[in-house]
């Protein structure tokens, strides 16, 4: 459910930014990259705590973000 809905968002997203002329980027920053790696290195337990933090760091921040911009 939760790619789905990440995945619609992000295809809206592209055409939001291609209708503004904008170029989003193809690859991670190295703060995003260095959490990806460091989740696919766990497993079981090890991820299951980890997940969940990460992503709801993320969204906070992504919310604060949001409330700047409006």
């Not at 990806?36 to 997940?51: T, V």
């Amino acid at each position: 459910m939760m790619v789905k809905d990440h995945g619609k968002a992000n295809e809206e997203l592209k055409a939001i930014a291609k209708s503004k002329s904008i170029v989003l980027p193809t690859t991670l920053d190295k703060e995003h990259q260095m959490k990806m790696d460091e989740l696919k290195a766990k497993s079981g337990e090890g991820f299951d705590w980890p997940y969940p933090r990460v992503m709801v760091e993320g969204h906070l921040k992504n919310l604060v973000l949001m409330k700047k911009l409006t």
